[in-house]
T-cell receptor, first 116, second 115 residues
Framework: AQTVTQSQPEMSVQEAETVTLSCTYD???????LFWYKQPPSRQMILVIR??????QNATENRFSVNFQKAAKSFSLKISDSQLGDTAMYFC?????????????FGKGTKLSVKP | DTGVSQDPRHKITKRGQNVTFRCDPI?????LYWYRQTLGQGPEFLTY????????KSRLLSDRFSAERPKGSFSTLEIQRTEQGDSAMYLC?????????????FGSGTQLSVL
């Protein structure tokens, strides 16, 4: 069974600094997608970034980038120039390609606080 | 584009009562999902529709739960004879087939409290 582990329940960072959130996963699949979702106090889950496992190049979206290490099954999120609006729960998620549609497997989340 | 909308945002009910939630997906999306999220946990998959067909249900979806998506548009999730353990946030999401990698767009959820 696939699992997603986020080992940091809470983290904090000063505004404008950089923070890295960790995620590891376990799967026997070779083709899959990995995601980071953000859930602010408004509760709406917002897609931050997506990585296709067959792509070696790490995905980037503006201030957000990932470090995808397929052999180590590691998928960390780096937030540069942190902003107060980045304060939220961050969830790492996995889905196998061609597997059960919609069955995203989420980690337990990391609560990020950005301090002024 | 109004995004995925869910109604109500909050629902308080007494144990044993029935409740129904509604989800309106993004209009051109043909896939619709229901997830449940309890405190301190990530969302857990409940069920999934492609158009009006319910293609998958998780083991979490007991026989007290039923979901429908008539005409492939909005969806309803009904919980019969609610129990305190049903207290959670119920999230709906939608996606467009062919996007690849299941890029899901979520609503703001319905928070259910069973007293």
């Amino acid at each position: 069974a696939q699992t997603v582990t986020q080992s940091q329940p809470e983290m904090s960072v000063q505004e404008a600094e950089t923070v890295t959130l960790s995620c590891t996963y376990d799967t026997s699949e070779n083709n899959y997608y990995l995601f980071w979702y953000k859930q602010p106090p408004s509760r709406q889950m917002i897609l931050v970034i997506r990585q296709e496992a067959y792509k070696q190049q790490n995905a980037t979206e503006n201030r957000f980038s990932v470090n995808f290490q397929k052999a180590a099954k590691s998928f960390s999120l780096k937030i540069s120039d942190s902003q107060l609006g980045d304060t939220a729960m961050y969830f790492c998620a996995f889905i196998s390609y061609g597997g059960s549609q919609g069955n995203l497997i989420f980690g337990k989340g990391t609560k990020l606080s950005v301090k002024p | 584009d109004t995004g995925v909308s869910q109604d109500p945002r909050h629902k308080i009910t007494k144990r044993g009562q029935n409740v129904t939630f509604r989800c309106d997906p993004i209009s051109e999306h043909n896939r619709l999902y229901w997830y449940r999220q309890t405190l301190g946990q990530g969302p857990e998959f409940l069920t999934y529709f492609q158009n009006e067909a319910q293609l998958e249900k998780s083991r979490l979806l007991s026989d007290r739960f039923s979901a429908e998506r008539p005409k492939g548009s909005f969806s309803t999730l009904e919980i019969q004879r609610t129990e305190q353990g049903d207290s959670a946030m119920y999230l709906c999401a939608s996606s467009l087939e062919g996007q690849g990698g299941e890029k899901l767009f979520f609503g703001s959820g319905t928070q259910l409290s069973v007293l």
